[in-house]
């Protein structure tokens, strides 16, 4: 009987007329939108100010995308500077070639950077941008399986991932193998789901919260990694991603158990972003309002919602005066 495999796509890339539309590509950008919205929300939540995420992202991912291509580059020297090589595909970051360590390091270097911009706590941002990052790494890896790329051991379970593949020979094969990147994209969502109940359920603050997806991030990388069969270094049997991985997750857990034993809690809101309330109130004057005349009734000026600053007292207070009235003129 034939089983029904995961195919993989004939092609990786669709032309608009002459402009190619690159599916690793999209997957990438999908992730940044996909992070920076909920990464806004979070922050929002906190106290924050809603376009502090964006402007620090500005920052952080081009750093990010850098930082991961040198890292894939540097590893995997070989696949451009070897005999027989073209260096300049180095610069082909479509094909693939993103390293999530060095993404991830050289993107805290353009985040940190954009966070002194806003005057904004690093690990505050850290914390509420975390479940979006590991979000954007699950749609990033369906961009491996566009290219056919950073797939498993060959197996023959029923969602084994179908390769084609041209033999040296010339020879063209099919072959099926575990689906890596569909293992690391579900183990991602896991993590997203993990950080955002642990952060709610804990409050977590000063870091903790972006130390938990790492941890969890790089407890299932280690496995992922370790079925992987693409060409990799090898140090005393194990390949040098599971080694990265194991030295991250020690690091992680080791700034989460210590921080949380200093600084238990969550930053005070209203020390998060000093431009939040700024953004408050010039979006409160566009609208034509006065700095406090939410739907909640803020009170800055003398703590009195706007329709008693008026001389209306609230509908609310309205009727309780009303009934105080009626009882001094008809007592019981």
């Given at each position: 009987?034939?089983?029904?495999?995961?195919?993989?796509?004939?092609?990786?890339?669709?032309y608009?007329?002459?402009?190619?539309?690159?599916?690793?590509?999209?997957?990438?950008?999908?992730?940044?939108?996909?992070?920076?919205?909920?990464?806004?929300?979070?922050?929002?939540?906190?106290?924050?100010?809603?376009?502090?995420?964006?402007?620090?992202?500005?920052?952080?991912?081009p750093?990010?995308?850098?930082?991961?291509r040198?890292?894939h580059?540097?590893?995997?020297?070989?696949?451009?500077?070897?005999?027989?090589?073209?260096?300049?595909?180095?610069?082909?970051?479509?094909?693939?070639?993103?390293?999530i360590?060095?993404?991830?390091?050289?993107?805290?270097?353009?985040?940190?950077?954009?966070a002194?911009?806003?005057?904004?706590?690093l690990?505050?941002?850290?914390?509420?941008?975390a479940?979006?990052?590991?979000?954007?790494?699950?749609?990033?890896?369906?961009?491996?399986?566009?290219?056919?790329?950073?797939?498993?051991?060959?197996?023959?379970?029923?969602?084994?991932l179908?390769?084609?593949?041209?033999l040296p020979?010339?020879?063209?094969?099919?072959?099926?193998?575990?689906?890596?990147?569909?293992?690391?994209?579900l183990w991602?969502?896991?993590?997203?789901?993990?950080?955002?109940?642990?952060?709610?359920?804990?409050?977590l603050?000063?870091?903790?919260?972006?130390?938990?997806?790492?941890?969890?991030?790089?407890?299932?990388?280690?496995?992922?990694?370790?079925?992987?069969?693409d060409?990799?270094?090898?140090?005393?049997?194990?390949?040098?991603?599971?080694?990265?991985?194991?030295?991250?997750?020690?690091a992680?857990?080791?700034?989460?158990?210590?921080?949380?034993r200093?600084?238990?809690?969550?930053?005070?809101?209203?020390?998060i972003?000093?431009?939040?309330?700024?953004?408050?109130?010039?979006?409160?004057?566009?609208?034509?309002?006065?700095?406090?005349?939410?739907?909640?009734?803020?009170?800055?000026?003398?703590?009195?919602?706007?329709?008693?600053r008026?001389?209306?007292?609230?509908?609310?207070?309205?009727?309780?005066?009303?009934?105080?009235?009626?009882?001094?003129?008809?007592?019981?």
């Amino acid at each position: 009987m034939d089983i029904a495999y995961i195919p993989s796509p004939s092609r990786g890339v669709l032309y608009l007329g002459p402009i190619p539309l690159r599916a690793y590509a999209f997957c990438i950008i999908l992730g940044v939108v996909v992070a920076v919205w909920l990464g806004s929300k979070r922050w929002v939540a906190r106290g924050g100010g809603r376009h502090t995420v964006g402007d620090i992202a500005v920052w952080a991912v081009p750093f990010g995308l850098v930082g991961g291509r040198l890292y894939h580059v540097i590893t995997d020297h070989q696949l451009y500077f070897a005999e027989g090589k073209n260096p300049w595909n180095a610069f082909k970051i479509w094909e693939g070639g993103l390293g999530i360590w060095g993404a991830i390091a050289l993107g805290a270097v353009g985040a940190w950077i954009g966070a002194r911009r806003r005057g904004v706590p690093l690990p505050a941002y850290a914390d509420a941008i975390a479940p979006g990052i590991v979000l954007a790494q699950a749609l990033g890896r369906w961009g491996n399986w566009f290219n056919q790329e950073l797939y498993g051991r060959e197996t023959t379970l029923p969602w084994g991932l179908e390769i084609t593949r041209t033999l040296p020979d010339g020879e063209v094969v099919t072959t099926i193998h575990h689906p890596t990147f569909l293992y690391e994209s579900l183990w991602c969502v896991g993590v997203a789901v993990l950080v955002i109940w642990a952060d709610k359920r804990f409050t977590l603050g000063h870091g903790r919260a972006f130390a938990l997806y790492v941890a969890g991030y790089t407890a299932g990388r280690f496995w992922t990694e370790w079925l992987r069969v693409d060409e990799a270094h090898h140090i005393l049997g194990l390949r040098l991603n599971d080694w990265v991985a194991i030295v991250v997750f020690v690091a992680a857990v080791a700034y989460f158990v210590i921080v949380g034993r200093k600084r238990p809690g969550r930053e005070d809101p209203a020390s998060i972003d000093p431009m939040a309330r700024a953004e408050a109130e010039a979006e409160a004057g566009a609208a034509g309002e006065e700095p406090g005349d939410g739907p909640k009734g803020d009170l800055p000026k003398g703590g009195l919602p706007k329709a008693e600053r008026d001389g209306k007292p609230a509908d609310g207070l309205a009727e309780k005066l009303d009934k105080l009235e009626k009882g001094a003129k008809h007592p019981a």
